[in-house]
């Protein structure tokens, strides 16, 4: 469906047409009339399936009907991460292109500069407010924020808000909004406490569900099984003649992040770090190194997998393997965007190893196993049943060269390279 098939004001439509936006995605033709009919909505969608401009799009046509006061805040989106917000906030300015509507984002880790910034658009009323859950109520908190005027509520990664423990947050800026007004969830996944929100705030809303889709076909797929301390030797051994110019390092912790880093560092590799614990300077700081070319490596925390746009990654390794199948699909998404091809690694220790079997029955295949370099000693056979998520391990069988069983026969492929794989 063509976004001009759809109830959309010529202002938005303009914008549109601009921007070179002309098909709808799926999320956006199944929820952009909904939105516009005034139900609220929770809309189940991964990252990456134009879900921002699906709730943006029908919140700004609300807007430019002209009903709305100009002097108080309209709409206010919570996101889990200032990135996610920086990216919204973007987009709103894309989308309003040809409207007089005003946006603020609203998050933390900056100066007070920033800050009296925020506080100015949000007295001011600026008729899209987009925040993380912490830094609006600090705000909140000192009185001079009104949100009794909120037409639009929308929660975008519920999931993630939730998994990051800002549910109590949340429930705190629900009580400044008033009764009536539409609410709009989008969360990757619908666990039960994802319902439960949903059962609370929510007023007989509708629901769009999508399959979480599987990676790209330009992605070339495969995995290392292996020991925790042979992480690094592998890292060694992948970047040993070159370094490819954009490569991102998932690791499952903060510390873990500062851990790898800082091994990484030791082998002399340009490499950067990412996650929650640097302030708003720093990751700006990283981040623009990152897409200058300034920094190889950027090892990150899953705040990275969703929220930030960078078109031209080479590689992801998945130091750790991912908690679940929507988190893989969002880590290894980073790289073959814009039509390039890109390679995506993974790290299966032996804890992880029933983790990983099931990201592969979600991809309905099996990743390409590439045999653990010799130098690096014995690697444990890939085997899910005896190796449990807990860590507990059954028998273990090993062959020479550190190949397990999972070591394709007559494999004489260098390690990390595209030849003679499996495309997945």
């Known amino acids: 469906m063509k976004f001009s098939e759809l109830q959309l004001k010529p202002e938005v439509l303009e ?11 799926p999320i956006q033709e199944q929820s952009i009339p909904l939105i516009l009919e005034g139900r609220d909505l929770i ?7 134009g879900k921002t401009a699906a709730y943006l799009l029908p919140i700004l046509n609300k807007f430019s009907e002209g009903k709305l006061r100009e002097d108080v805040i309209n ?15 973007q987009q709103m300015e894309g989308f309003s292109y040809f409207m007089p509507a005003s946006s603020v984002a609203v998050y933390g880790g900056n100066d007070g500069i920033v800050f009296e910034q925020q506080k100015r658009g949000l007295t001011l009323g600026a008729d899209m407010v987009i925040a993380t859950p912490g830094r609006l109520l600090a705000h909140l908190s000192l009185g001079y924020v009104d949100l009794s005027h909120v037409s639009f509520f929308v929660l975008d990664e519920a999931d993630r808000m939730l998994d990051m423990g800002f549910y109590d947050d949340i429930m705190q800026i629900v009580k400044q909004l008033p009764a009536q007004r539409q609410t709009i969830m989008f969360s990757a996944t619908m666990p039960s406490k994802i319902q439960q929100l949903a059962n609370t705030i929510l007023h007989n809303p509708a629901e769009v569900k999508l399959a979480v889709s599987r990676p790209a076909d330009k992605i070339l797929q495969s995995a290392y ?19 490819p ?20 560092k030791q082998l002399s590799l340009n490499v950067g770090e990412m996650h929650s614990d640097l302030e708003q300077a720093q990751r700006d700081d990283i981040m623009q190194r990152f897409k200058a070319g300034r920094v190889n490596l950027l090892v990150a925390t899953d705040i990275v997998a969703r929220g930030i746009d960078i078109d031209d990654i080479k590689l992801v390794i998945n130091y750790d393997v991912p908690h679940d199948c929507e988190d893989y699909v969002h880590r290894i998404g980073r790289t073959a965007r ?9 790290f299966v220790s032996e804890k992880d190893q029933s983790r990983f ?17 010799a130098e690096l000693g014995e690697a444990p056979d890939y085997n899910p049943r005896s190796h449990s ?3 507990g391990s059954g028998r273990r069988n090993f062959r020479s060269g550190g190949g397990g069983k999972h070591a394709k026969s007559g494999d004489k492929r260098p390690h990390g390279k595209k030849s003679g794989g499996n495309r997945s």
């Open 357 to 373: 079997k099931q990201i592969e029955r979600f991809l309905g295949k099996e990743v390409y196993k590439i045999a653990v370099p």
């Open 389 to 391: 998520a807990s860590g």
């Open 15 to 25: 914008a549109l047409e601009t921007m070179r936006f002309e098909e709808c995605t």
């Open 75 to 89: 709409c206010v989106v919570m996101a889990p991460t200032r990135e996610l917000a920086q990216q919204i906030d």
């Open 225 to 243: 099984i292996c020991y925790e301390q042979q992480k690094l030797g592998i890292i060694r051994t992948l970047f040993a003649d070159q370094v």
């Open 43 to 49: 809309a189940v969608a991964q990252t990456g399936t």
């Open 245 to 264: 110019d954009r490569v991102i390092i998932f690791a499952s912790s903060k510390l873990k992040v500062k851990e790898v880093t800082k091994a990484l």
């Open 338 to 346: 814009a039509n390039h091809d890109g390679v995506a690694i993974t």
